[in-house]
Nanobody, 127 residues
Framework: QVHLVESGGGLVQAGDSLRLSCAAS????????MGWFRQTPGKEHEFVAA??????????YYADSVKGRFTISRDNAENTIYLQMNILKPEDTAVYYC??????????????????WGQGTQVTVSS
């Protein structure tokens, strides 16, 4: 498994921005993916965003609830992905998890696709 470490969570007000980072212990190659999920108490992991790695850098996917507000990006040299979150809303409050797989098996929006998960970072948005 790849070791993932998230950082960047915190407490902000509605309308503010945050950037999450996820440092991976090794590189993800073509055919793999890295992404972000979030979870609130009593609920399952919810897909947020992902990058499917390919020869052209990657294809980005977003949940409808964050499209236009969140941006996922990747720094190949540092084996790091980022989640830029703008215009945050109280409903974005959750623990955010970084995920990784060397081979996408069931779609990038499916939590079961991913083999490695970070420890999570809390994002709290006050109204």
């Amino acid at each position: 498994q790849v070791h993932l470490v998230e950082s960047g969570g915190g407490l902000v007000q509605a309308g503010d921005s945050l950037r999450l980072s996820c440092a991976a212990s090794e590189r993800t190659f073509n055919g793999g993916a890295m992404g972000w999920f979030r979870q609130t108490p009593g609920k399952e992991h919810e897909f947020v965003a992902a990058i499917l790695i390919n020869w052209n850098g990657g294809v980005r996917y977003y949940a409808d609830s964050v499209k236009g507000r969140f941006t996922i990006s990747r720094d190949n040299a540092e084996n790091t992905i980022y989640l830029q979150m703008n215009i945050l809303k109280p409903e974005d409050t959750a623990v955010y998890y970084c995920t990784q797989t060397g081979r996408v098996k069931a779609g990038v929006q499916n939590a079961g696709t991913y083999d490695s998960w970070g420890q999570g970072t809390q994002v709290t948005v006050s109204s």
